[in-house]
């Protein structure tokens, strides 16, 4: 699939793009709202049920040409069919990048290396709806013949961020009288909280990952299996309350897990891209296996639409490129996400990891250093709470923070005027950014002269508004898929390989050599900096 394209910055559209830039910068949004009546309606697009008003946004309709022409040079839509059909497109890892294919409706055919996977997708999927009927019935039970009623989840990052967001996110759809907690840091207040009020003999460990080797979740994992032995004793118990998600059946049959009670997935499932694969085990529990094929659907309905929709209309190309704007030519450093929606108080964290591990690479796919920027950081929590906190430097402060704010037309939970209120703080928010408040409105307000340059607001300042019906869990699929899509389309661009995680890969082997030193009897010797010697030592002698 390779074309020989240009250096992204010599393409004839991001050169065009430097020189509007230059044009747009000083324009107002009060300007183009102004010069363009229909600017709210035209600027939007809608689809899957998801709505996209993107028309306070610093952009007119040469921007768009513009960014639609750099999608169109960058070879995005090839590099999306590439990743559609199979191909390795993960170079650095040799790997093909096929999260479509876990939502793929069973019947299609995506082949990797001449196996179709989506057969071996809906097997997976039966298996864990299989499972799942029997943990929520009760049928299956535990080692002392009771029914389970409490599951952890085992797992970092990847195998962690996507279940929890989930659980959070659907937890309306769950059946309450299961308990669900998660346990991901290597730091053992993780584990002690998350059991200490359970009781192992009606406790279910799933041990997600994907490698089976990294260290926080083994280690958890055999704390996991210590805890549960106090109290159930025989080995044989094991079988009854861990099962594995993994790809890697050698480790867990070695940690004792019997395969049979292992749910696999496939090298071309990235771990941030993982929550609807088996990874998604605590989720399916959680919200049933129709519920979760729901999910599955959402996903898809986004795929077909990023795969079939020409880029003017498409929502994660416009997303994507909308991000590519503002971090290369405004210095833009952050992208504020701001759902207002209690239940989606973990996605902000979600798409950390998402759009931070997948575009936070210096290099180009052939591994020259970029002279441009890449992935900006995401950050963000659920309105109307970061409006207490964090918003005054989004109005006033000196840098400019595009913002996706996220809401819903229905409540899951009516309660009173509550929903009117949360949704007039959306609308009102990307108002008052937009447009600000002059200086002769303050005063015609009759601020004091002193005051008034204090409570101007600029103004100018952009943000997406993403609409839809009602937290389904479709909708989460369809949610997800927007930024994962937008995300490639933001890599595409770059020219990156979205889909390896060195930087991750580092950390997951730096420790163990000072774990060693912080264990040892024997006084180590000083074998790193100055800085890193002292703390060893200072710790050793306090610990
Ligand atoms: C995700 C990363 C990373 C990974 C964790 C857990 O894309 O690769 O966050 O998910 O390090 O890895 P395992 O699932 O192999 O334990």
Same mark, same amino acid.
């Given at each position: 699939?390779?074309?020989?394209?240009?250096?992204?910055?010599?393409?004839?559209?991001?050169?065009?793009?430097?020189?509007?830039?230059?044009?747009?910068?000083?324009?107002?949004?009060?300007?183009?709202?102004?010069?363009?009546?229909?600017?709210?309606?035209?600027?939007?697009?809608?689809?899957?049920?998801?709505?996209?008003?993107?028309?306070?946004?610093?952009?007119?309709?040469?921007?768009?040409?513009?960014?639609?022409?750099?999608?169109?040079?960058?070879?995005?839509?090839?590099?999306?069919?590439?990743?559609?059909?199979?191909?390795?497109?993960?170079?650095?890892?040799?790997?093909?990048?096929?999260?479509?294919?876990?939502?793929?409706?069973?019947?299609?055919?995506?082949?990797?290396?001449?196996?179709?996977?989506?057969?071996?997708?809906?097997?997976?999927?039966?298996?864990?709806?299989?499972?799942?009927?029997?943990?929520?019935?009760?049928?299956?039970?535990?080692?002392?013949?009771?029914?389970?009623?409490?599951?952890?989840?085992?797992?970092?990052?990847?195998?962690?961020?996507?279940?929890?967001?989930?659980?959070?996110?659907?937890?309306?759809?769950?059946?309450?009288?299961?308990?669900?907690?998660?346990?991901?840091?290597?730091?053992?207040?993780?584990?002690?909280?998350?059991?200490?009020?359970?009781?192992?003999?009606?406790?279910?460990?799933?041990?997600?990952?994907?490698?089976?080797?990294?260290?926080?979740?083994?280690?958890?994992?055999?704390?996991?299996?210590?805890?549960?032995?106090?109290?159930?004793?025989?080995?044989?118990?094991?079988?009854?309350?861990?099962?594995?998600?993994?790809?890697?059946?050698?480790?867990?049959?070695?940690?004792?897990?019997?395969?049979?009670?292992?749910?696999?997935?496939?090298?071309?499932?990235?771990?941030?891209?993982?929550?609807?694969?088996?990874?998604?085990?605590?989720?399916? *529990? !959680?919200? #049933?296996?129709?519920?979760?094929?729901?999910?599955?659907? /959402?996903?898809? =309905?986004?795929? &077909?639409?990023? @795969?079939?929709?020409?880029?003017?209309?498409?929502?994660?190309?416009?997303?994507?490129?909308?991000?590519?704007?503002?971090?290369?030519?405004?210095?833009?450093?952050?992208?504020?996400?701001?759902?207002?929606?209690?239940?989606?108080?973990?996605?902000?964290?979600?798409?950390?990891?998402?759009?931070?591990?997948?575009?936070?690479?210096?290099?180009?796919?052939?591994?020259?250093?970029?002279?441009?920027?890449?992935?900006?950081?995401?950050?963000?929590?659920?309105?109307?709470?970061?409006?207490?906190?964090?918003?005054?430097?989004?109005?006033?402060?000196?840098?400019?923070?595009?913002?996706?704010?996220?809401?819903?037309?229905?409540?899951?939970?009516?309660?009173?005027?509550?929903?009117?209120?949360?949704?007039?703080?959306?609308?009102?928010?990307?108002?008052? *950014? !937009?447009? #600000?408040?002059?200086?002769?409105?303050?005063?015609?307000? /009759?601020?004091? =002269?002193?005051? &008034?340059?204090? @409570?101007?607001?600029?103004?100018?300042?952009?943000?997406?508004?993403?609409?839809?019906?009602?937290?389904?869990?479709?909708?989460?699929?369809?949610?997800?898929?927007?930024?994962?899509?937008?995300?490639?389309?933001?890599?595409?661009?770059?020219?990156?390989?979205?889909?390896?995680?060195?930087?991750?890969?580092?950390?997951?082997?730096?420790?163990?050599?000072?774990?060693?030193?912080?264990?040892?009897?024997?006084?180590?010797?000083?074998?790193?900096?100055?800085?890193?010697?002292?703390?060893?030592?200072?710790?050793?002698?306090?610990?």
């Amino acid at each position: 699939m390779a074309t020989e394209r240009k250096p992204l910055a010599e393409r004839a559209a991001w050169q065009a793009l430097q020189k509007h830039h230059q044009q747009i910068a000083g324009k107002h949004l009060r300007d183009l709202f102004a010069a363009d009546p229909a600017r709210g309606e035209r600027y939007t697009a809608e689809a899957a049920g998801i709505f996209l008003d993107y028309s306070k946004n610093r952009i007119d309709d040469e921007t768009l040409k513009l960014l639609l022409q750099l999608a169109e040079e960058s070879g995005v839509a090839e590099r999306r069919d590439a990743m559609f059909s199979g191909e390795k497109i993960n170079i650095t890892e040799n790997r093909a990048v096929l999260h479509v294919a876990l939502r793929a409706p069973k019947g299609e055919k995506i082949l990797v290396d001449g196996e179709d996977q989506v057969a071996l997708v809906h097997e997976v999927l039966e298996k864990m709806a299989g499972f799942s009927e029997k943990i929520r019935s009760g049928e299956w039970k535990g080692y002392t013949g009771k029914p389970i009623k409490n599951i952890v989840n085992i797992g970092i990052g990847g195998s962690d961020l996507g279940p929890v967001m989930a659980y959070e996110a659907l937890k309306h759809y769950t059946q309450r009288d299961l308990t669900f907690r998660f346990v991901s840091n290597v730091d053992g207040t993780d584990f002690a909280e998350a059991v200490i009020d359970l009781s192992a003999d009606e406790t279910l460990f799933l041990v997600a990952s994907k490698t089976f080797t990294t260290l926080e979740t083994m280690t958890n994992a055999h704390s996991a299996r210590t805890w549960a032995l106090a109290s159930l004793k025989e080995d044989a118990a094991i079988a009854k309350h861990f099962v594995a998600i993994s790809t890697n059946a050698k480790e867990v049959a070695k940690f004792g897990i019997d395969t049979a009670n292992m749910f696999g997935f496939w090298d071309w499932v990235g771990g941030r891209y993982s929550m609807d694969s088996a990874i998604g085990l605590s989720t399916m *529990l !959680a919200i #049933g296996p129709d519920n979760f094929y729901d999910l599955l659907s /959402g996903f898809h =309905e986004m795929d &077909v639409h990023f @795969k079939s929709t020409p880029f003017e209309k498409n929502l994660p190309v416009l997303l994507g490129l909308l991000t590519v704007w503002y971090a290369d030519f405004f210095n833009a450093q952050t992208v504020a996400i701001l759902p207002y929606e209690q239940y989606l108080k973990r996605f902000p964290a979600y798409l950390q990891q998402l759009t931070m591990e997948s575009n936070g690479k210096h290099v180009t796919l052939e591994g020259a250093t970029v002279n441009y920027e890449t992935g900006p950081i995401y950050w963000g929590e659920p309105g109307t709470n970061g409006q207490h906190s964090f918003y005054q430097l989004i109005h006033q402060g000196t840098r400019l923070i595009p913002c996706d704010f996220i809401g819903f037309f229905k409540t899951l939970n009516p309660l009173g005027r509550h929903h009117d209120m949360l949704m007039a703080n959306v609308f009102a928010q990307a108002e008052a *950014l !937009a447009f #600000g408040k002059t200086a002769d409105q303050v005063k015609a307000e /009759g601020v004091p =002269e002193n005051l &008034v340059p204090h @409570k101007v607001f600029e103004g100018n300042r952009p943000s997406n508004v993403i609409l839809a019906d009602k937290l389904t869990p479709a909708l989460l699929g369809k949610l997800v898929a927007l930024y994962e899509h937008a995300v490639f389309t933001q890599g595409a661009i770059w020219n990156i390989d979205s889909f390896d995680q060195w930087g991750v890969e580092l950390g997951k082997v730096l420790a163990t050599r000072i774990l060693g030193e912080l264990e040892a009897e024997k006084e180590p010797a000083a074998g790193h900096d100055s800085s890193t010697n002292a703390l060893i030592q200072k710790y050793r002698v306090s610990k």
